[in-house]
C-alpha cells in the first residue's frame, strides 16, 4: 500500500501557519517603523492627526516600554434613492451615498521607549491577543496608565451670528456647563448683546482662521496639539474657498489637563466635542465621530 505524504506536509503547514497567526497579534509596518523609529510619538500623532485611544504600559526583565493604541473606525458605504427626475430620454435617478459605522474597529499601535521615542509601528491580525502575546513573551506587567481629568471650554456668539465675533471662558473648566456659563457671560459682557452656546471642546486645543468670504468670516481647527489645531483651521479656511487665511497669535486656546508636549507622562482621555442639541440638552461626542456643524 502506497501512501501519499502530501496531505500529512499540507495538513502540518496549515497547523503551522494557524498556530502562529493566533500567537501574533501585530505586525510591524516596515517602511513606517523605518521612518518614524526614534522620532516622538508626539511628533508622529500630529503628523497623522491621531489621539490614542489606549495607553497600556509594559514591562519585562530589561525595559519599560509604551504601547499606544488607535482605533480606527469602520465604515460600509451605502447608496439609495433620494429622488427621480423624469423627461423626454426616460428617467434619471438620484442617488446619495453615505458612511455608516459598523459598530467595528481597526487597532494600530505604536510601541515606544518611557521618553516617547518611537521603536515600532504595528497593525492588528485579527488574531490573537495583545497582552497574551506579550506576556507569553516574558512581559509581565500590563496596565492602563491613571488619565488626567477631563476638563472643558465653550465658544459662544452673539445670537444669529455664528461667524463674526466669538468668545470663551478664560481657564479651563471641568465640565461643560460651567464653561457655557462663563463663555456666554463673556460673550455678553464684550459685545453688548444677546449670546447663545456655539459649541465646546474638551482634551483639545482650538484655532480660528479668520478671512474673507462674502464679507468677514472664520473658521475653526482643533487638534491634540496647538500647531494641529492651526493646520487645522487654516485648511478648512481654503478648503472653503476662503482669501486671506489667517491665524492670529491668540491661539492656540487649549482645554487640556496638563502639556501634552512637554510632559511626558501627561496622559488624558479622548478629545469630545459638544453642540446644541434638542429638547435643551447637548449633544457630547468624541472627535471625529459626525461633524460639528
Known amino acids: ?86 423627461h423626454a430620454y426616460g428617467t434619471t435617478i438620484y442617488t446619495k451615498k453615505e458612511k455608516v459605522f459598523t459598530g467595528n474597529h481597526k487597532w494600530t499601535y505604536v510601541f515606544t521607549d518611557m521618553n ?8 492588528e491580525t485579527g488574531f490573537g491577543d495583545i497582552d497574551k502575546e506579550f506576556k507569553c513573551n516574558g512581559y509581565y506587567d500590563t496596565s492602563k ?6 476638563t472643558w471650554s465653550a ?28 463663555a456666554i457671560s463673556q460673550c455678553e459682557k464684550e459685545s453688548g448683546e444677546r449670546c447663545e452656546f456655539l459649541f465646546g471642546f474638551s482634551n483639545a486645543c482650538l484655532s480660528v482662521a479668520h478671512a474673507e468670504k462674502n464679507g468677514p468670516t472664520s473658521y475653526f481647527g482643533l487638534g491634540i496639539l496647538g500647531q494641529r489645531s492651526k493646520d487645522d483651521a487654516l485648511a478648512n479656511c481654503k ?31 479622548k478629545p469630545q466635542l459638544a453642540k446644541p442639541g434638542k429638547n435643551g440638552q447637548d449633544d457630547i461626542f468624541n472627535a471625529g465621530e459626525k461633524n460639528l456643524f
Open 1 to 86: 500500500m502506497k501512501y501519499s505524504i502530501k496531505p500529512l506536509l499540507k495538513f502540518v503547514f496549515f497547523t503551522s501557519i494557524c498556530g502562529f497567526l493566533s500567537s501574533c497579534s501585530t505586525y510591524v509596518h516596515l517602511g513606517t517603523t523605518l521612518y518614524w523609529s526614534g522620532k516622538d510619538v508626539n511628533e508622529f500623532m500630529e503628523s497623522k492627526g491621531l489621539y490614542p485611544d489606549d495607553i497600556k504600559q509594559c514591562s519585562s526583565e530589561k525595559e519599560t516600554f509604551l504601547i499606544y493604541g488607535f482605533a480606527r473606525p469602520l465604515y460600509n458605504v451605502l447608496e439609495y434613492e433620494v429622488g427621480r427626475g423624469h
Open 116 to 123: 516617547g521615542k518611537i521603536k515600532s509601528h504595528r497593525a
Open 145 to 150: 496608565l491613571e488619565l488626567k481629568p477631563r
Open 155 to 182: 465658544v459662544a456668539v452673539r445670537q444669529g451670528n455664528k461667524k463674526q465675533g466669538i468668545w470663551g471662558n478664560d481657564v479651563p473648566a471641568s465640565n461643560l456647563a460651567n464653561a457655557k456659563k462663563e
Open 239 to 269: 478648503e472653503d474657498g476662503a482669501s486671506n487665511c489667517q491665524v492670529s497669535n491668540i491661539y492656540p486656546v487649549c482645554s487640556t489637563p496638563c502639556d501634552y508636549e512637554q510632559d511626558k507622562q501627561c496622559f488624558f482621555d
